[in-house]
């Protein structure tokens, strides 16, 4: 008989679709910050004031 405690198969569920909605976020983030890299702080700035 098993001694450890197994996990119920919706948390394990659960923790793959977090990994894998982490996984194409930080995806989309990285390829963002690649397109705006050069936009600058004006736009920040500008919108603040706005």
């Known amino acids: 008989m ?3 405690v197994q ?3 919706t948390s394990k569920l659960l923790k ?3 990994n894998e909605l982490k996984t194409l ?3 989309d983030l990285e390829s963002f ?3 705006n890299q050069f936009a600058g702080n004006n736009q920040v ?6």
């Open 16 to 18: 793959r679709y977090d």
């Open 7 to 9: 996990k119920p198969a």
């Open 33 to 35: 910050k690649q397109k």
């Open 2 to 4: 098993k001694t450890s």
């Open 45 to 50: 700035a500008g919108k603040k004031a706005a």
């Open 25 to 27: 976020l930080m995806a």
